[in-house]
């Protein structure tokens, strides 16, 4: 990788980050004096950022193709010795990508936020971690170094947290948030460990410097560095086996789930194994692993949110679900990296759509989430209803839309792979589509069709429902994010057009030959859709939807609305041996060690207050004593002189 | 007559000193064996000062006689005052000051 030094605009591209992390320091610091205009602000530092990133990817297209990774060195980070770690940026295609998704949606999200949380006596604090969020997420994709994606990393952490914690009166939101944290610190420590390892063998943590001589490492420790990136990977993106705190996240508003724990935060797991393509490249194992990963989260993602009612739940599933597309297209290798990015994109407009969709829905029904009493919105709110349904069309991946051709490829790429894997993924994959075609088409008849359910409800603060279409400012971004689900595959895969533009990144994309035709396949993921439509249509659409949530229940239906028994296998395998571990501790430490601490002063009290007993108060006793100890010296002195 | 007799008799006088310290209740007797046992000391010390030809130890004896002076003063004037307060020269009678 050569990384040319940085010339005009791009040179100030940490303003990048600087404008978002402004934006939260004023609006943090500034308390209550920012009430009034702190929205306007926070929005106003994406929007520039967005700005500032459109005219910096601009310049990056204008270079030829040998110098597109500009890297911008800001400041000596740690200077100690031999160790010297510079904080730079690198801009890259790949960087740039992000850089426009993270704006350009955050931007709307934000927008849409200002609708959103209007009522909301904490709206500045709201925009205040969205922007920290932004910089956080804008340094996690921007950084030159790992060590400098480390810091936006647990940054992005940090604002999730404190996000998902946004309502924390509530106790549920504040344990989500708890668990967020918690099981992404797992995964940190993967991440933490694999830049210890870096720091060993390369002295440095720079991608240029650990990416260029990647070559050298021996297999073993590139397998180590895969592995353990994948756990901290795993952990970010809510993938197989730190998948469960995702769906909890959706305990924050909804904003946030649409831009945090949607379309960016949650996809940094997919940009750290992209970002390492070339050490993945030398590790099978590693890269099999990956795709397995992805495999068992997209099939589990889907399976789960087939069973829930809760709205935003089943989205946080699907979520989950193509996320794990993406790690299967990352794990394919240079077959797959710029299919996983092109998914990665595309399902940041069409899920950002859907979720501040939900969000407009949740508005319109006093911020009940339960589908259950939905139904009819269509008529109600027209543009929520359309948008959502583009989002939709999208995501179960109806052509032309976006889904179509991004998911279509890495299913096609999928099947390709070799041996045991092209079949295994390929169809496990293609069966996942049809379950996403599934719980999709249920929310859709759940939500806008059939009777209206909330007619004959009062909400839970007594009043009657009166569903309205929300105000402009927050259907203007669910009409442009819908724009996006419908166009941004169709552009970004035209002519591998993404891929192209990513080759100085990700390298160039490879095709090989898969036992299928890609018709066939296309077809087949297609067919696989349509029948998952069809069924939900027999098994939702076509009769009215019980009010009230069935008890008696399929035993897969009851393991799915379990979560697959995920919080469960947590709980055994790790929480309540760890509980047990500490009791032990706990149990060590008193009786143990402190047990020698305090005998020891007991022993040496209790022995004191028996030798006491010797002064009695009595002269003569004390006289013979001293008679007694003059005897001794005397004896002594005798013994020593004569024997 | 050598002079080994001095020292019987220093022995045999310190030894009443102590045993009459260890054995009598009235603080004005033992502090008479006190003197008894100083004095004894004395003897020695003069005892060998003549045996060896020296004066140290007649020096010294005239230094143990003042310091006995100085303490017979402080220590009759405590059991004087004692005896004021308990109405008791008895040295078991005073041991509030223990444990």
Redesign the interface.
């Known amino acids: 990788m050569d990384i040319s030094p940085a010339q005009g605009l791009i040179a100030a591209s940490w303003l990048l980050i600087a404008l978002p992390l402004a934006g939260a320091a004023v609006l943090l610091l500034g308390g209550r004096r920012t009430d009034r205009w702190g929205h306007l602000l926070g929005t106003a530092t994406v929007v520039l950022s967005f700005v500032l990133g459109l005219l910096c990817t601009v310049q990056l297209a204008g270079l030829d193709e040998g110098g597109r990774s500009v890297g911008v060195d800001l400041f000596t980070f740690i200077s100690a010795g031999d160790l010297d770690v510079h904080a730079g940026l690198l801009f890259d295609p790949l960087s740039a990508a992000f850089v426009l998704l993270i704006t350009g949606v955050g931007s709307l999200i934000h927008i849409y936020s200002i609708g959103y949380m209007a009522h909301d006596p904490g709206r500045r604090r709201f925009f205040a971690y969205l922007n920290l969020f932004v910089a956080a997420m804008l340094l996690l994709v921007l950084g030159n170094s790992y060590l400098a994606l480390y810091v936006g990393w647990e940054g992005v952490g940090l604002a999730s947290y404190l996000l998902i914690a946004f309502w924390y009166t509530r106790p549920a939101a504040a344990t989500a948030a708890k668990k967020a944290f918690i099981m992404n610190r797992v995964g940190d420590v993967g991440l933490a460990l694999a830049i210890f390892i870096m720091f060993a063998q390369f002295g440095t943590t720079s991608f240029a410097g650990v990416l260029g001589s990647a070559d050298l490492l021996a297999g073993g420790i590139a397998t180590a560095l895969g592995l353990l990136l994948l756990l901290g990977a795993c952990g970010k993106s809510g993938q197989f086996p730190l998948q469960a705190w995702l769906p909890d996240a959706m305990e924050g508003p909804t904003p946030v789930s649409a831009l945090i724990h949607a379309a960016t935060m949650v996809t940094a797991g997919v940009y750290l194994v992209a970002r390492m393509n070339p050490l993945y490249d030398l590790t099978e194992t590693g890269q099999v692993a990956v795709a397995i990963i992805g495999t068992i989260t997209l099939l589990i993602g889907a399976i789960i949110g087939c069973a829930y009612d809760d709205i935003k739940k089943v989205l946080a599933y699907s979520t989950v679900s193509q996320i794990g597309y993406m790690f299967l297209a990352v794990g394919l290798g240079p077959y797959g990296y710029a299919l996983g990015i092109a998914h990665l994109l595309a399902h940041g407009f069409f899920k950002a759509g859907l979720f501040l969709g939900a969000g407009s829905v949740m508005h319109a029904m006093n911020d009940n989430v339960d589908m259950r009493h939905y139904g009819g919105l269509a008529r109600v709110m027209p543009i929520t209803f359309v948008t959502f349904g583009l989002g939709y069309l999208a995501l179960i991946g109806f052509p032309p839309l976006s889904g179509y051709f991004t998911k279509d490829a890495i299913i096609e790429a999928a099947f390709a792979a070799p041996g045991w894997q092209g079949w295994t993924f390929g169809l496990l994959a293609t069966i996942a589509a049809g379950l996403t075609a599934f719980y999709m088409t249920r929310l859709m008849f759940m939500t806008f069709f059939g009777e209206k359910r909330w007619k004959k409800l009062t909400s839970p603060d007594g009043h009657a429902y009166h569903p309205h279409e929300s105000p402009a400012v927050m259907t203007a971004p669910m009409i442009v994010l819908a724009i996006g689900s419908v166009g941004a595959g169709f552009f970004l895969t035209q002519g591998h057009r993404l891929a192209n533009w990513l080759t100085p990144s990700l390298g160039e994309l490879l095709e090989r030959e898969g036992p299928l035709p890609a018709a066939t396949i296309s077809t087949l993921v297609l067919v696989c859709s349509a029948v998952g439509v069809l069924v939900a249509w027999l098994a939702v659409g076509r009769r009215p939807t019980p009010v009230e949530r069935p008890r008696h229940v399929s035993l897969p239906v009851r393991a799915a609305r379990r979560d697959l028994y995920a919080n469960a296998i947590n709980e055994a395998l790790i929480a309540t041996p760890g509980t047990w571990l500490a009791r032990f501790l706990v149990y060590v430490d008193n009786r143990g060690v402190d047990g020698v601490v305090n005998g020891t002063a007991a022993l040496l009290g209790g022995s004191s207050g028996r030798l006491?007993?010797?002064?009695?108060?009595?002269?003569?006793s004390y006289?013979?004593t001293m008679?007694g100890g003059a005897v001794l010296v005397v004896a002594g002195l005798l013994a020593v002189r004569f024997v | 007559m050598t002079l080994s007799w001095y020292l019987v008799l220093a022995a045999i006088l310190f030894t009443i000193g102590a045993v009459g310290v260890l054995v009598r209740r009235n603080a004005i007797v033992v502090f008479m064996c006190v003197e008894l046992m100083l004095n004894s000391v004395n003897l020695t010390l003069v005892t060998f000062a003549r045996a060896t030809g020296t004066l140290d130890g007649q020096i010294m004896a005239f230094f143990v006689m003042v310091v006995a002076a100085a303490e017979v003063v402080v220590g009759l004037a405590i059991i004087m005052s004692i005896y004021r307060t308990r109405r008791s020269a008895s040295v078991d009678d005073v041991n509030l000051l223990k444990y």
Do not use: H, I, S, Y
């Open positions: 006491r007993r010797l002064q009695t108060g009595f002269v003569r006289a013979l008679l």
